[in-house]
């Protein structure tokens, strides 16, 4: 056996280390979630998240994000720099291990707040081992230093390479995605820079820049003096608030806690609840302590200033949150993540702190405001009176049984097995294309319900309204697992719930509305993925006897290369084009013109159809999006749709 720093020694750790990498870049997935575009993205924000961390140590207030011209990506803080002297029992700098050794970042420093846990904090090794190539650059102690990795393997040692100025200081990190492990390598400058900006608004003190050298330089500077409260503005921007944002700040059981809110005109809840940076979309703790916090408070504030009707229904949590934005940041040394996304806080201390700071925080705030406080507490008593208005109406619904399974709606056509598991409900535009589905579909899994029309924008209704809308109560009848608060996911009658809608304005706009509704009030099987949008082809191709189909314009040409015939040759006309090379090229207008083989063969068939799951990357966004395209401001919408063209086509939420 080799004994404690011998060589041997140092050889049975550099085995280790290859164990380690060799680990990471068999099994990426089990570190940063999946190689998709998702997991690419994670590369970067692993990288910031240690500069965050040197950030909230408060040895850094830049850092700077680039995309360079080759695709690779660098990450720049003005933090201590990563040591570089060498780790007495590693037998290598201390850079090479926090490189090369997993969970090696917080190793030489009991850093407070370091996230343990969710997808985040694998530590920068992670993002080594699964690069081509990686860069790095220390300046610490008046020098540069710099050393070199391929698939995470040191090219050499840490070098010494010239001195600093006096203004460098801090880590840079330049890395290039192994292609081997990842299916695309193609970082969205918009995708980092929503993360950036969350970061910046959660982080006050740092400034972020984001640059993206691949074409044209488009760059973005994010700094948010205000933190929380520009936060809320901002998620907010197309609401009316009925006050100026509450803030709270404060420190308990070691945690600290910031928290901003407001109400608005709305009837909606938008909590975004963060631990450690981390968006929290399944909750927890913090998130219980602040309702509870805010209900008991509210309630007595009420109470205490005869605010309360006599003789009229008590207030309940939910309507307490009618209207309400709030974005509750917590920081937790060593959090427990818990839930199917690992996106719940667990520990319990964390809910006493955050309900103690709220409650005493927040009944000061009523006794210095009066003004605000009666303004919320009328706002959440109209609440009340609705959800009373909304239970007679449910009520008289349930027992028309309008909303039971036991009635289902008449134009559904259920499908035969009755496992949730094994069977799918295709949500439709239109009666025609409802007509063709029936026909195609198999109708031992497949249930197929057609909707007539638009359905109702909820962003602009309150729930009594809601309820009597057709086309929702359809929805919910079919659906089977209740609405709302009452919404339980595990009573849900089919396991992948697909919307189909034409592929065009109108049927983006139907899309939009049954995403918003199902995001407002049946969230849970959004983050359960049981939500996925059928992808229709736009053109078929014929020619001869065979037909092949084409779900964008590029697979349109792709397919014709492969046929010998050019897209756009020639300068002639598509028509021009099939009529001499004997292919036939046709639009799909709609859903309704593919006839019910055709339909089943390219949208139904599971092993030969598309869909894409919807996903909740980050609450706030998703949020931001469904406010900017169904709320009431025409101009921010007008500008979100010119700006995101490309997303609002392909909403991937
Ligand atoms: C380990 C120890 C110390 C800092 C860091 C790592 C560190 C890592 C990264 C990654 C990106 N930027 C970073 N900045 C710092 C503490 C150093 C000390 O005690 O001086």
Redo the contacts with the bound molecule.
Sequence with gaps: MAKKGTKSDYNAKNINVLKGLEAVRKRPAMYIGDVSARGLHHLINE?VD??I??ALAG??DKINVTINKDGSVT?Q?N?????VDIHPDEKRS?LEV?MTMLHA?????K?TYKVSGGLHGVG?SVVNALSDWLKVEVS?GGKIYFQEFKKGFPLSKVKETRKAKKTEK??K?TFYPDPDIFKTLDFKFDTVSERMRELAYLNKTITIKIKDERNGGEEETFHFKGGLIEFVKYLDETRQPLHKSIYIEGMKENTPIEIAFQYTTHYTENIFSYVNNINTTEGGTHLSGFKTALTRTLNNYAYRNKLLKEGKINLTGDDFREGLTAVISVKVAEPQFEGQTKTKLGNSETKSAVEMVVGEKLADYLEENPSVGKKIIEKCTRAAEAREAARKARDLARRKNALDTLNLPGKLADCSITDPEHCEIYIVEGDSAGGSAKQGRDRKFQAILPLKGKILNVEKARINKILENNEIKAIISAIGAGIGGDFNKDKARYGKIILMTDADVDGSHIRTLLLTFLYRYMKDLITAGKIYIAQPPLYKIKKGKEDFYAFDEKERDEILKRLKVNGKNNGKSEEEDKNIKGVNISRYKGLGEMNPEQLWETTMNPETRTVLQVTIESAATADKIFETLMGDEVEPRREFIEKNAKYVKNLDI
Excluded: L, M
């Excluded at 933090?79 to 040591?83: F, H, L, Q």
């Design positions: 990288v240690n500069s961390d040197e040895h850094c990450v803080d933090g201590r720099g990563i040591p201390a926090v970042g917080g190793k030489f420093d850093n920068v610490r801090g880590t990190i």
